[in-house]
Nanobody, 126 residues
Framework: QVQLVESGGGLVQSGGSLRLSCAAS????????VAWFRQAPGKVREFVAA????????HFADSVKGRFTISRDNAKNTVYLQMESLKPEDTAVYYC???????????????????WGQGTQVTVSS
């Protein structure tokens, strides 16, 4: 059974940092594309960042470029989202997702991912 478990969310002041973790079980994360999406209240879920399978490329939404990084620890089967210079508009529930065989142009669409975590809340106060 595949499980993705996010952790690391919380309340932080504007300009602060957080690191989210996505621990995978039931799959080997380095053979999957792993992405982070987020959903703010009243808004649709949106793409944040993706790491194509081990050795591949990383991709970011324009709104987080230069502030967020995505990385993997294959030994721990965990993917991280390091978030710096957080803004109130980054407030959302953050989800990690995993999928295989996702082509570049499909990275940004949630329907292409097979597995999802339960989400972790990130709140940035002004």
């Amino acid at each position: 059974q595949v499980q993705l478990v996010e952790s690391g969310g919380g309340l932080v002041q504007s300009g602060g940092s957080l690191r989210l973790s996505c621990a995978a079980s039931g799959l080997t994360s380095d053979t999957y594309t792993v992405a982070w999406f987020r959903q703010a209240p009243g808004k649709v879920r949106e793409f944040v960042a993706a790491s194509r399978r081990s050795g591949g490329t990383t991709h970011f939404a324009d709104s987080v470029k230069g502030r967020f990084t995505i990385s993997r620890d294959n030994a721990k089967n965990t993917v991280y989202l390091q978030m710096e210079s957080l803004k109130p508009e980054d407030t959302a529930v953050y989800y990690c997702a995993a999928g295989r065989g996702i082509i570049l142009s499909s990275l940004f669409a949630d329907r292409h991912y097979d597995y999802w975590g339960q989400g972790t809340q990130v709140t940035v106060s002004s």
